[in-house]
């Protein structure tokens, strides 16, 4: 054990490493390799993400990937590579978090659609026009916690954790403000649906 340890330290290109991990398998070859350029993934995803806990989760998600691709793929220079593997996850999850945040917005305003038929059967642009002052109204009627996550998530089309980013409250509050604050928005829509 001591010899084997002694003689990996040896090893300095990222070559020899890369193919002594393909060859046994054995993941200190590749805990070696990934050791050298750690601070530049966490760097990439910091860059990116913008959320130290987040990079950090990333840089891990990215050693367990890179035992599965370096396994596939060919490597010729390591660190560039590792570089566009370390942006194209991160990438890919922003990918995933705005797709959910924008599919999360259009599921709510369609609900809040149907829920409110007068959005739905308006007569022209005139009746367009005062639907949309009714709404903006109605947002203003919240209280203050609730107007600026509504109006972040559904007009501004914010993520939660962007929101909790620019708001300081923290996630829990920041989904509860937007579901209180949708359900406000839909009472005070039906009354003045029933009322016209």
């Not at 945040?101 to 005062?130: C, D, Q, R, T």
């Amino acid at each position: 054990m001591f010899f084997r340890r002694s003689a990996k330290k040896i090893i300095k290109e990222d070559e020899v490493l890369i193919t002594l991990y393909k060859e046994s398998g054995d993941l200190t070859y590749l805990g070696d390799l990934y050791e050298r350029y750690m601070h530049l993934v966490f760097g990439v995803c910091l860059k990116y993400l913008r959320d130290k806990e987040e990079s950090k989760d990333m840089t891990m998600q990215i050693f367990e990937k890179l035992g599965i691709e370096l396994k596939k793929q060919e490597v010729r220079n390591f660190k560039s590579w590792l570089h566009v593997l370390t942006k194209n996850e991160c990438l890919m999850l922003i990918r995933t978090a705005k797709y959910k945040s924008s599919k999360e917005a259009f599921e709510i305003n369609e609900e809040v659609a149907m829920e409110n038929s007068y959005i739905l059967h308006h007569n022209g642009e005139e009746g367009l026009e005062k639907n949309i002052q009714a709404l903006e109204k109605a947002i203003q009627i919240l209280p203050s916690e609730q107007k600026a996550c509504v109006k972040l998530f559904y007009i501004e089309q914010k993520c939660y954790k962007e929101i909790t980013e620019m708001t300081g409250y923290d996630l829990n509050k920041v989904k509860s403000y937007i579901q209180n604050g949708k359900r406000n928005l839909k009472i005070h829509l039906q009354k003045i649906n029933a009322q016209s």
